[in-house]
């Protein structure tokens, strides 16, 4: 057999969906566990809706995510002229026709069949009428001549065996009367010319396949061997849409979800392998495997992607965190000033607790980057005269320290606890308060020790709370 070859075919029509990701996932894992190449197709011919920046944004999509094809891509746009010519070659062979029904025609038949609650399927008027008949005034369609009689099994490599009646397949439009091809013409063209060795794409795709086999069978080309992954479902189990919020990869990459916590749920969304639920890149190649796809659609769990990123976020090493972030606020237009990243970068390690996102992250840091503290003015509240005197007492105190740890803070903090007649919190809050803007953060002698000495005194001193 041939060098295991898949292939990735979006249209730059929009932002990649997150369905679409997880089906060029599976696809490049298969080829890189069998040693094999994936490539990717921009599917470009609906020329009103396709742009640049979507085949842009595709590509750079995946390539955050890990996944670069072997390869040029493969425009399929300037492919046309070879589909036209298997069309023609089709029409030549007997397995094409030109059919001249005018649209109002079409319609008609539509409306019957809607009326008697059947799909519609087309009546195959001009299968059989020699082209001698046909009228001059109207620019005929090519469709291809679908089998009538006997079945058609598609071995699927996820679904198993499939069988279709034949006479439920009707005779698909090829070539558009403006001589343009049509989906089910150009991606077989393209398969084949790419020498596709597997085609790995959702479940939705499954009549299209039906119809593409004829097409490979009519012209006695190989055929490659087909598996459909069922769709991508929203929590509530309807199939999900662009329209669904969290549809699109730039969805996860904003709030601050990290390419191999995306890649890792996707992985495991709709496959499995033993119990394991957490894959190095290198894992998933190695034991990425078709057998391991379900049959049933998998619902798209934003809590878990959330605590699939949390893992990553608790388990990274610190420098590949701060590189993670930095990246992020790159993109996202989050500054981080270059005098604060150092203190950013050392206060990682508790900065982190509760984060479930590099959003979270930022956020929690804030304090650190901010020049002017923002308060929340219902936290503002609850400095009292109780609390003015905890502040005051502890900035007397904090003038004498000369080295800042926890060791040097907690005396502190236990005198103030005793002398103010009140508890941790009593101490605690009204400092995050004044450090930070909000009752709410880092432990306390996290804030302080990150802060440093200079900074601690000058917000310490704030006329608001004198």
């Known amino acids: 057999m041939s060098k295991v070859a898949t292939r990735f075919a979006p249209s730059p029509t ?35 809706r396709s742009k640049d920046e979507y085949k842009f944004q595709i590509i750079q999509s995946l390539k955050w995510l890990g996944i670069e094809h072997d390869g040029d891509e493969y425009i399929q746009s300037t492919k046309i002229k070879d589909h036209i010519n298997v069309a023609n070659e089709l029409l030549k062979n007997g397995n094409a026709y030109k059919c001249y029904c005018s649209i109002e025609e079409i319609e008609e038949q539509k409306n019957r069949a809607r009326q008697k609650k059947l799909p519609y399927i087309y009546n195959r008027k001009w299968r059989d009428i020699p082209e001698s008949d046909a009228p001059k005034d109207i620019k005929p369609v090519i469709r291809f001549k679908s089998k009538i009689e006997g079945s058609t099994i598609l071995k699927d490599l996820v679904q198993g065996n499939v069988e279709i009646d034949n006479n439920t397949i009707e005779d698909f439009i090829i070539l558009r009367n403006d001589g343009t091809p049509t989906y089910n013409l150009s991606a077989t063209v393209d398969d084949h010319q790419m020498n596709m060795t597997h085609i790995i794409r959702g479940d939705d795709h499954k009549i299209n396949t039906f119809k593409q086999i004829q097409i490979y069978v009519a012209m006695n080309w190989d055929l490659p061997k087909f598996a459909h992954i069922p769709l991508i479902h929203t929590i509530e189990g309807k199939k999900l849409s662009k329209r669904d919020n969290a549809s699109t990869l730039d969805d996860y990459s904003k709030i601050g979800i990290m390419p191999d916590a995306l890649r890792n749920y996707l992985l495991r969304l709709g496959w499995s392998f033993e119990d394991k639920e957490i894959f190095t890149l290198d894992e998933s190649i190695k034991h ?61 390690i508790f900065l982190k607790n509760k984060a ?27 400095i009292d005269d109780k609390a003015k005197k905890v502040i005051s007492d502890f900035s007397t105190q904090f ?12 005396p502190i903090v236990n005198q103030l606890i005793k002398s103010n007649d009140t508890n941790f919190k009593g101490v605690g809050q009204p400092l995050r308060i004044v450090l930070t803007g909000s009752k709410f953060g880092p432990g306390i002698y996290d804030i302080i020790i990150s802060l440093g000495k200079e900074e601690v005194t000058k917000r310490l001193t704030n006329k608001k709370f004198s």
């Open 14 to 48: 929009g932002a990649l969906h997150i369905g679409g990701v997880r089906t060029a996932l599976f696809n490049w894992l298969f080829s890189k566990n069998q040693k094999g190449t994936f490539h990717l197709r921009i599917e470009d011919t609906d020329k009103e």
């Open 288 to 348: 990425f495997n078709i057998e391991g796809i379900g049959k049933s659609p998998s619902k798209l769990d934003m809590s878990r992607i959330l605590s699939m990123n949390e893992h990553y976020i608790k388990n990274m090493d610190e420098n590949d965190l701060f590189n993670q972030l930095a990246e992020y606020c790159t993109l996202y237009k989050k500054e981080i000033r270059s005098d604060k990243k150092d203190q950013i970068k050392k206060s990682l």
């Open 356 to 382: 479930k996102t590099l959003e979270d992250i930022f956020n929690n840091g804030q304090y650190i980057i901010v020049e002017e503290v923002n308060f929340n003015q219902d936290d503002i509240k609850l």
């Open 399 to 410: 003038a004498n320290i000369d080295k800042l740890n926890k060791e040097t803070l907690e």
